[in-house]
């Protein structure tokens, strides 16, 4: 079946997703705050120098999906790590990495006349900047677990291609925290921002390279590898900076049950089929967003990519209504978005996602300089002008849950 999206609404989910943009200084600024304290921590003086610590950022500043905050009151989450890369679970406790780690930190505080406190968090140590500033750095401390990491997986048969970038992690809530142990909780941030590039496919790096020779044209000179992830939007960030937002405002009141971003990032990933617009990539994950969930006839499971032991949906099972939350959002999200994009008309666009976006941003993006409709030009754009068939999404939701599918390895 043909599908089509207006092209005012195209042209609205463009201008929303750049609304939604951070502004490039936010993430030269991050990127500057954390070098720095790489090159704190290696140092004359520094008490780790000798460990070669590696310190790099993480998470959605990583993956290029950051949002503006809601309010100016909220801060950006600024997730690091940082792996003292010649030591191994055999040297060294979880707590004395990060006794280790956070004295440094602390230090590093002092030495830049940060006034508050450095936190302590489960997993992390939180660098509070200025009020000014708008941001804050959480750093998790962690170890190099490649060996560890591509045993564990191929003894189980199962995909070990990003296992050179696995690292063991600390977390003062485990029971292993106070010894010396092989039992260290697992991550690996780069593997998976190595994976979700690869869900991007040709579209970030044909963009990538259209950036890079605009970079060239003004006399810089630069390799495709200079270009960061960040400064590439593809439909795939696009469309997850929406959903995101979305999310947040649909549980601003319910913060403890709204889906996390790794979820709704993850799930997005897997749906993506290449679409080159934003309109067409929405509406196609949100149709395809179930895919990848899966139920063991006792839990659900949604897998980290990088590492098929690990489930993201693990609190789903403790926590039920998570579950609920989530599938109920991913029907709102749906309903909304489809309804939007049938019409014509900003301002109504702007009234069906208003409760859901924020009035604020919606009346912000229809008030934008946004091209008005020639007369006599069409009302519909059909998929095959902006995208291929094959990956052209259905704009028909049903309205019964799917059930997800069971997944490999699970009697």
């Given at each position: 079946?043909?599908?089509?999206?207006?092209?005012q609404?195209?042209?609205?989910?463009?201008?929303?997703?750049?609304a939604?943009?951070i502004?490039s200084?936010?993430?030269?600024?991050?990127?500057k705050?954390y070098?720095?304290l790489g090159d704190?921590?290696?140092?004359?003086?520094?008490?780790?120098?000798?460990?070669d610590?590696?310190?790099f950022?993480?998470g959605?500043?990583?993956?290029g999906?950051?949002?503006?905050?809601i309010?100016d009151?909220?801060?950006y989450?600024?997730?690091?790590?940082?792996?003292l890369?010649?030591?191994?679970?055999s040297?060294?406790?979880?707590h004395d990495?990060?006794?280790?780690?956070?004295?440094?930190?602390?230090?590093?505080?002092d030495?830049?006349?940060?006034k508050?406190?450095v936190?302590?968090?489960r997993?992390?140590?939180?660098?509070?900047?200025?009020?000014?500033?708008?941001?804050?750095?959480?750093?998790v401390?962690?170890i190099p677990n490649?060996?560890?990491?591509?045993?564990?997986?191929?003894a189980?048969s199962l995909d070990?291609?990003y296992a050179?970038?696995?690292i063991?992690?600390?977390?003062?809530e485990v029971a292993a925290?106070?010894?010396?142990?092989?039992d260290?909780?697992?991550?690996n941030?780069?593997?998976?921002a190595e994976?979700f590039?690869?869900?991007?496919?040709?579209v970030?790096?044909r963009r990538?390279?259209?950036?890079?020779?605009?970079?060239?044209a003004?006399?810089?000179?630069?390799?495709?590898?200079?270009?960061p992830?960040?400064?590439v939007r593809?439909?795939?960030q696009?469309?997850?900076?929406?959903?995101?937002?979305?999310?947040?405002?649909?549980?601003?009141?319910?913060p403890?049950?709204k889906?996390?971003s790794?979820?709704?990032?993850?799930?997005?990933?897997?749906?993506?089929?290449?679409?080159?617009?934003?309109?067409?990539a929405?509406l196609?994950?949100?149709?395809?967003?179930e895919e990848?969930?899966?139920h063991?006839?006792?839990?659900?499971?949604i897998?980290?990519q990088t590492?098929a032991?690990e489930?993201?949906a693990?609190?789903?099972?403790?926590?039920?209504e998570r579950?609920s939350?989530?599938?109920?959002?991913l029907?709102?999200?749906r309903?909304?978005?489809?309804?939007?994009?049938r019409l014509?008309?900003h301002r109504r666009m702007s009234?069906?996602?208003?409760d859901?976006?924020?009035?604020?941003?919606?009346?912000?993006?229809?008030d934008?300089?946004?091209?008005?409709?020639?007369?006599?030009?069409?009302?519909l754009?059909?998929?095959?002008?902006?995208a291929s068939?094959?990956s052209a999404?259905?704009v028909?939701?049903?309205?019964?849950p799917?059930?997800p599918?069971k997944p490999?390895?699970?009697a």
């Open positions: 079946m043909a599908v089509t999206i207006t092209k609404a195209e042209a609205y989910l463009e201008a929303l997703a750049k939604l943009e502004p200084a936010r993430y030269e600024q991050a990127e705050s070098k720095s704190w921590l290696h140092r004359d003086a520094s008490s780790v120098r000798d460990h610590p590696d310190i950022v993480q959605s500043f990583r993956l999906t950051v949002i503006r905050p309010s009151d909220e801060e989450d600024v997730d690091c790590a940082c792996s890369t010649s030591l191994s679970k040297d060294l406790s979880q990495l990060k006794d280790m780690l956070g004295e440094e930190i602390k230090l590093y505080r030495s830049k006349g940060i508050k406190p936190h302590e968090g997993r992390c140590w939180r660098l509070e900047y200025a009020d000014g500033a708008q941001f804050h750095m959480d750093i401390p962690c490649a060996e560890d990491q591509r045993l564990l997986l191929e189980r070990a291609t050179d970038t696995a063991a992690i600390t977390d003062n925290y106070d010894v010396i142990t092989d260290w909780p697992r991550s941030p780069r593997g998976y994976w590039k690869s869900r991007m496919g040709d970030f790096l990538r390279q259209q950036i890079l020779e605009e970079v060239r003004e006399g810089v000179t630069a390799s495709v590898e200079d270009i992830t960040y400064r593809t439909p795939l696009s469309a997850i900076m929406i959903l995101k937002r979305h999310r947040d405002t649909m549980f601003a009141d319910d403890t049950d889906p996390i790794i979820i709704i990032s993850s799930l997005a990933a897997h749906a993506y089929q290449g679409e080159e617009t934003i309109g067409y929405l196609s994950i949100l149709n395809r967003m990848a969930i899966e063991d006839g006792t839990k659900y499971v897998k980290n590492d032991l489930n993201f693990d609190k789903w099972e403790e926590h039920p579950a939350a989530f599938f109920e959002w029907k709102q999200a309903e909304d978005f489809s309804a939007a994009s014509v008309e009234t069906v996602l208003a859901r976006m924020g009035r604020h941003l919606t009346d912000q993006v229809s934008a300089a946004l091209q008005p409709t020639q007369p006599g030009s069409p009302g754009v059909k998929a095959a002008g902006v068939a094959a999404p259905s028909s939701f049903a309205d019964a799917r059930t599918k490999d390895g699970f």
